[in-house]
């Protein structure tokens, strides 16, 4: 039976995982967790979300709901994970957390041939072929070892988390349920502001006390950024942001100034989370400025935002075109720390890397993702993307060249076939 090592239980290694297991590999997986503490994650749970509940759009004519097809097709555990953890949500796809890594932690326990050791790994393994899948968490020991292999430094940003607050704290006589521009639902909660409430808050919210943080510059990531920072760009800024009220009115609320959304994060419905609301403010804070949120004053937060560092290597300069280190060929990257930015992009590398080790493994050659599908527009973009600052990707039409609104459902359907014939090829 052929072997493989993986290192991180988060999405991209629980997919390299089963993909693996699914091509009858020997996998053993190593989870530094709950042993090491990364101030982020509040499980033992392989696969646990940790900023949001959410995996973005699923329409097939939004990039990262594309995405999320095209891993269907690749036989995804985090979707079918994501299908039986599913909470409303409109045109997103959201879930459950306990219920979305429950399952992916009981499924890959099921494999006879998955082993799971729950240690932390500082040193990338000199020989045998191995899937680094750490994360933008990555250890502190194990991101020396990466920056000594690469030769430079880990490039790395700060990511931040939401807070998240019990349903039945929220007040019903200000908030509303309602989706942005009548998608036929009521998924999320909103908390309409005057003009002089949100002037206030915005007020409070540029002059609340922050956390420090330790270790790290205060680099940003510019698709996640703390919600204080959008507001010192300018005091009309969340409106227009994570704040607009657009698409949100009722005959109750005709002409709201701003409104902040909050969106289900239990199958139960019993808590959600306050969408865009990364922080860095302290706890108390928090408390008190969110607080002045319409509907918000007596909220309950079961957990405060929080801010932490994201790391991730410069690609294009260290990876080979089957997601090999160049400096060491046998360790393949996948996840965040190779350059892509959100859920369902770390999940899909660790399907695609998974697939490179395998045939390699199996005296097959290298098969690329065709670059006309999302997936591969992605991978395409951490291999060979240009410039002095490299910086993480999101999902995004812009992958693919060419690709307009008028031509989005030719895209679509070009994408999928696409996708199609490399799952052929690799299963072939």
């Avoid at 928090?286 to 991730?312: C, D, T, W």
């Avoid at 300069?317 to 770390?346: H, I, M, R, W």
């Avoid at 990707?393 to 008028?406: C, D, H, R, Y």
Wanted: net charge negative; charged share 25%.
């Amino acid at each position: 039976m052929n072997k493989a090592t993986i290192i991180g239980g988060g999405l991209a290694g629980v997919e390299a995982a089963y993909a693996l297991l699914k091509r009858g590999f020997e996998v053993t997986l190593y989870e530094a967790r709950p042993a090491y503490a990364d101030q982020a994650h509040e499980s033992d749970k392989l696969g646990e979300l940790v900023c949001s509940n959410s995996l973005k759009s699923k329409r097939l004519d939004n990039a990262a709901g594309l995405l999320k097809e095209e891993m269907r097709r690749l036989g995804s555990i985090t979707m079918e994970a994501a299908a039986l953890s599913e909470v409303p949500s409109g045109n997103a796809l959201s879930v459950d957390r306990e219920k979305f890594a429950g399952y992916i932690t009981e499924k890959l326990l099921s494999f006879p041939a998955f082993h799971l050791v729950r240690e932390e790994v500082k040193e990338l393994p000199a020989d045998q072929p191995a899937i680094l899948a750490t994360g933008p968490l990555t250890s502190p020991a194990l991101l020396e070892a990466i920056s000594s292999l690469v030769g430079k430094k880990a490039l790395s940003f700060f990511d931040a988390s939401a807070p998240i607050v019990k349903k039945d704290s929220i007040d019903f006589s200000k908030a509303y349920c309602k989706s942005r521009y009548e998608q036929g639902d009521e998924s999320y909660i909103n908390c309409p502001f005057t003009k002089e409430e949100y002037f206030l808050f915005v007020k409070e919210l540029l002059g609340a006390k922050k956390a420090l943080v330790h270790e790290f510059d205060t680099h940003y990531f510019e698709g996640c950024l703390p919600i204080e920072v959008i507001a010192s760009r300018g005091l009309e800024t969340l409106r227009h942001g994570p704040l607009k009220p657009f698409g949100l009115s009722t005959p109750e609320h005709p002409h709201p100034y701003a409104v902040v959304q909050l969106r289900q994060d239990t199958l139960l419905g019993d808590l959600y989370n306050l969408v865009g609301f990364q922080t860095n403010l302290t706890y108390p804070e928090q408390k008190r400025v969110f607080s002045l949120i319409p509907g918000l004053e007596r909220a309950e937060f079961v957990r405060y935002g929080l801010m932490h560092r994201n790391s991730y290597v410069d690609s294009p300069v260290c990876l080979n075109e089957d997601l090999t280190f160049k400096a060491q060929p046998n360790v393949y990257l996948a996840g965040q720390l190779s350059g892509v930015e959100g859920y369902v992009e770390s999940s899909a590398t660790g399907i695609v890397a998974a697939i490179n080790l395998a045939r390699k493994v199996e005296g097959l050659p290298f098969v690329p993702v065709p670059t006309r599908t999302i997936l591969g527009g992605l991978l395409n973009y951490i291999l060979h993307a240009s410039g002095a600052y490299f910086q993480p990707m999101n999902a995004t039409w812009a992958l693919i060249p060419g690709s307009t609104k008028q031509t989005r459902e030719q895209d679509v359907e070009a994408c999928l076939a696409n996708i199609e014939r490399y799952r052929e090829d690799i299963d072939g």
